[in-house]
């Protein structure tokens, strides 16, 4: 058995030297991986990148805030990662009068780092692989059963790795679509601070207009520190905390790049499914996207109509309007390029390569069969999925009134002085403290008269919630006007208990059941939700079941057809390394884009008074007097902003040191290009980029224009 897990292992990271595609694991870089490595520019050993027992690259590299990645760049725990990392943290430190979102903030001492409550930083103390552990006790079982035994191995496996008093938690990762399990310990530390920030006219300069565009030059980064208790362990805030003693960080390069130079970046891709099926594809071209992309497009209209109109709005709705149209632009982006590249017709033909290999072997012959039936069961509800995750939830005040339903379930059950009502009423008194911190009405209640208009009209009669919009025609009008939803909606935002304090306290102190059914907010969400339980969800969780098996017979089957082929998995959330070169490329006929962008290039796009392309006056002054001290790149006798390479990355490398062959850091992945928005399926050799922040550029912010010296004396610069 151990040879076969060898075997396997190595079938999975032969490398053949094509592209600079792959996102590898750090501790299975095989010898013909690190190689090619070398051969490209690194200079580095393998021990030197990945050691569980010594100082090593992998040791600076954190997982920020659940979703993003940082790094250690000093040895008292400094952090750099993107700014729209930061983001949420940044807004929840502002106000009006102290508003850092806008001006930006840097810390003169370790006094006046400002505590981010909530924010938590994970370090990898280790990988294990636990395949065949797992796979002994699965044996030969498939479906629901292989399902509920590998959740319960992995649960057993993460409890035994665990060590909750030193703050070390493990968790089982299934990779190559369920054919290899890897666990993942890591220490986590909640004492993080912020330490700076450039103001979001630099942060974010282009805004939306720029996301996911390359030319760039946007100064995506964020600074915070993270402490440790006077022990030496992780520990809650406290102002008696000290700096954590890192075990590794980072050194900083203001050598700048140069063409063709080498570049490797390490951190946490979210997901990606290189391996999906042709079926996958039509249904993400046809419905998914499409649909999403509508909703959110919606959203976002209503939300930036109201943040136009005063900084305190601009500040409440800041953090969920910048993730809401990060993606927003993402899969539109997504859908064009899958189709521009056919890559439907491309993964349809490898798929017949396949059929013909698997006929007359029976554990492969019939997955497409199988697979088939499955998508086309599924694919009538494909689009209800989606308007209830991106429309009806995406209203706060419907989504926060669906997280009710259990609370009427256990009044319905229970009665009103149940412990377990009591326990739910309580967390959800704290929930709507937050919620209406948040909850901006004027934006709200036109999302909610939209989308259940959308619904009516997008989403098969069929499927809809029974006698809700027949309910409508007497007290508000006909379904099929606008107006209707207008009154409705401005009905439940006016006379739901959710937003009247009065009322929700007379309801917490005498809750019933038959209160709460018959408010409009929750009577509303509920009548989705309850449809989408019964009429949906089933028939999903089939299909999901029937997917992931039969993706994973399908890799299977693909490994042995071809077990020299170049393989990595995809995308879990989990530590990768990715290498390419700083590049420039040609994204249309006659069409060169530099590898490079520059302070000339702001001035270039700069907008008085523009919401995206703005700028503070220190800014304009010291870019026209070239006022860039020792982070002036010679060759270009000007400051570069951004620069791109051909690295391999997802959403969740956002923050990701990019590093060049000494290992020393040259900047921060934020971003791809749009060319390659297909990335997460296909890979693009010749036009995908990763788009970095120049770490020169963000050192000649915090200290040209921040004043932030002291951030830059802690760093070990190599000129």
């Known amino acids: 058995m151990k040879k076969t897990i060898v075997a396997l292992i190595l079938t999975f990271q032969v490398i053949a030297a094509l592209a600079d595609e792959g996102m590898w694991l750090p501790h299975l870089l095989g010898q013909q991986v690190y190689s090619n490595m070398v051969s490209k520019g690194l200079r580095l050993t393998k021990e030197q990148l990945y050691h569980i027992n ?16 940082g790094e250690i760049v000093s040895a008292e725990g400094l952090i750099f990662t993107n700014h729209h990392c930061g983001y949420s943290a940044i807004a929840a430190a502002s106000s009006v009068e102290k508003n850092y979102l806008k001006n930006g903030f840097y810390a003169k001492t370790r006094q006046e780092e400002i505590p981010a409550p909530g924010l ?22 498939t479906g629901t059963e292989r399902n509920q035994k590998i ?79 006077s022990s030496g362990k992780p520990a809650r805030y406290d102002a008696a905390n000290v700096a954590y003693k890192a075990k590794y960080f980072l050194p900083v390069s203001l050598k700048g790049v140069k ?6 970046t390490w951190g946490y891709p979210g997901s990606t499914n290189r391996y999906e099926s042709s079926l996958g594809v039509k249904l993400k071209t046809d419905i998914e996207n499409p649909s999403l992309v509508e909703l959110r497009d919606m959203r976002l209209k209503h939300m930036f109509n109201e943040m136009k109109k005063s900084e305190a709005t601009k500040l409440k709705l800041a953090s969920s309007y910048a993730s809401i149209a990060n993606y927003w632009k993402f899969f539109d982006g997504e859908s064009k390029q899958l189709l521009k590249y056919k890559v439907f017709e491309q993964k349809q033909a490898f798929e017949t390569q396949f059929q013909t290999w698997a006929n007359g072997k029976p554990e492969f012959q019939d997955v497409f069969a199988n697979w088939s039936t499955a998508y086309n069961k599924w694919r009538p509800y494909a689009k209800h999925r989606v308007y209830l995750r991106e429309g009806i939830l995406g209203s706060t005040l419907l989504s926060f009134a669906a997280n009710l339903t259990l609370l009427e379930a256990e009044l319905t059950k229970k009665g009103t002085d149940h412990p377990d009502v009591k326990r739910l009423l309580s967390n959800l008194d704290r929930s709507r403290k937050s919620f209406l911190a948040e909850y ?4 709200d209640v036109n999302i909610i008269r939209d989308v259940l208009h959308m619904f009516y009209l997008n989403i098969d009669k069929n499927q809809h919630p029974i006698g809700f919009y027949e309910g409508l025609r007497q007290p508000y009008g006909d379904p099929k006007e606008n107006a209707t939803f207008d009154k409705l909606a401005r009905f439940i935002q006016y006379n739901t208990l959710l937003l009247n304090d009065e009322k929700w306290k007379a309801f917490t102190q005498k809750p019933d059941a038959s209160v709460l059914q018959n408010d409009p907010a929750f009577s509303t969400a509920s009548a989705f939700y309850r449809n989408y339980e019964s009429k949906i969800l089933p028939a999903f969780n089939q299909f999901n079941q029937a997917n992931a098996e039969a993706g994973r017979v399908y890799l299977k089957g693909v490994m042995q057809m071809d077990p020299k082929k170049t393989r990595y998995p995809d995308a879990t959330f989990t530590m990768r390394v990715s290498y390419g070169q700083v590049k420039n490329y040609k994204p249309k006929d006659a069409v060169t884009y530099d590898f490079v962008t520059t302070a000339s290039g702001i001035m270039e796009k700069y907008k008085p008074g523009d919401y995206e392309f703005d700028l503070p006056q220190d800014v304009r002054e010291k ?39 000494n290992g020393e850091l040259i900047g921060l992945a934020f971003d791809g290009n749009y060319e390659a928005l297909s990335h997460k399926i296909a890979f693009d050799k010749d036009l995908n980029r990763t788009i970095c922040v120049d770490i020169r550029f963000v050192l000649w912010c915090i200290d040209k224009l921040g004043g932030g010296q002291n951030i830059i004396k802690e760093l070990k610069l190599v000129r």
């Open 440 to 443: 901006e009405a004027p934006a």
């Open 151 to 229: 959740q319960e191995l992995s649960a057993a496996i993460a409890q035994r790795l665990s060590k909750p008093e030193e703050s070390i938690s493990a968790s089982v990762i299934p990779h190559f679509k369920g054919n290899q399990f890897l666990a993942f310990i890591y220490q986590t530390y909640s004492d993080i601070r912020l330490v700076g920030t450039p103001p979001e006219s630099i942060g974010k300069y282009g805004g939306d207009t720029d996301n996911w565009e390359w030319p760039r030059h946007t100064g995506d980064f964020s600074v915070f520190r993270v402490y440790m208790g």
């Open 54 to 69: 010594k100082p090593s690259v992998k040791d600076a590299i954190i997982i920020f805030g659940g979703g993003c990645t």
């Open 623 to 661: 870019i026209a007097k070239k006022d860039f001290g020792i982070y002036k790149d010679p060759v270009r006798n000007d400051l570069v902003v951004g620069f791109i390479t051909s690295n391999d990355i997802t959403g969740g490398n956002s923050g990701s040191p990019v590093l060049n062959g």
């Open 120 to 141: 938590n930083v994970q370090f990898l103390v280790r990988i294990d692989d636990v395949t065949q552990e797992i796979d002994s006790a699965i044996g030969t079982l």
């Open 259 to 264: 063409n063709n130079d080498y570049a490797m």
